[in-house]
């Protein structure tokens, strides 16, 4: 059994939990063409390294960040949003 540790409701099943894809910039809407809005909401990166993503604990619907490495496929470290909000 895989473990994933949410921030808030500590080590559980990896099968209680839900990915939602890297976090990424949004484009103004209003600004931005056709093509680079269908860009942004269609196309995704497919390259090595850590990435930071959006996953959530389902049964208490807790979203947080998780640090992942894309070829080991390791969870290098779960946080709060609000950690990558003081960051910026």
Sequence with gaps: MK???CPMNGPRNIDEFQS???V???PDPNDTADREWSRHLF???NRKGIVV???RHVPSN???LAERDLVSNEIIRTFDASEQRDRA
């Design 3 to 5: 473990l994933l540790t």
């Design 20 to 22: 939602f894809g890297p």
């Design 24 to 26: 990424r910039a949004r």
């Design 43 to 45: 196309r995704a990166e």
């Design 53 to 55: 993503e959006w996953w």
């Design 62 to 64: 807790y979203f947080f």
